[in-house]
């Protein structure tokens, strides 16, 4: 059986990371304008801070809600990070 997901993203969970990162608007479900660069990642902006969320399914095939507070939105940056701190 095959099943293909077009709406799948690519999420990088990074335990190094103190706070998670998205380049994409869609994954907020509320922001706030920012103008800061972010540490440690070089001189890349973040444009803007506040809550995304992201629909997982687990290994069960039960799709899961995950909401992360004080994400922040860096246009340039190649993918998702998310701490799990």
Known sequence: ????????VSII??????CSFT???????SFKPLDDAVQG??????????TVKYMLTDNHGKTVAVTINNAYYVQDLP?????PQ
């Open 13 to 18: 969970l990074d335990t190094v990371a103190s």
């Open 79 to 83: 993918t998702r990070l998310v701490s």
């Open 1 to 8: 059986m095959f099943q293909f997901d077009t709406d799948s």
């Open 41 to 50: 990642l070089g001189s890349l902006k973040i444009k803007r801070v506040d």
């Open 23 to 29: 380049y994409c608007l869609q994954d907020f479900i």
